[in-house]
């Protein structure tokens, strides 16, 4: 999907991540999240200490971060 060269931007929490998501698609971004490091579901809580990650290409992080 994408190349070793991509951006990430970081959301609060996992609630927030998929509609970011899907406004990035919908404006021809390819782009995905980054697994949550909850310990393997064991401590749910943290993917809302560390935030949710958005992986675009470098070429479209300029874009994202206009549409952001």
């Known amino acids: 999907m994408f190349s070793n060269e991509r951006a990430v931007f970081y959301v609060d ?3 927030q991540a998929v509609p970011m998501l899907q406004f990035l698609r919908a404006n021809g ?3 995905d999240t980054l697994d949550p490091d909850d310990m393997g579901g064991m401590n749910p809580a943290l993917t809302f ?3 949710s990650g958005i992986v675009v290409a470098q070429e479209d992080a300029d874009r994202a971060r206009e549409l952001n």
């Open 13 to 15: 929490n996992p609630l």
């Open 29 to 31: 971004i390819e782009a």
């Open 49 to 51: 200490t560390h935030g």
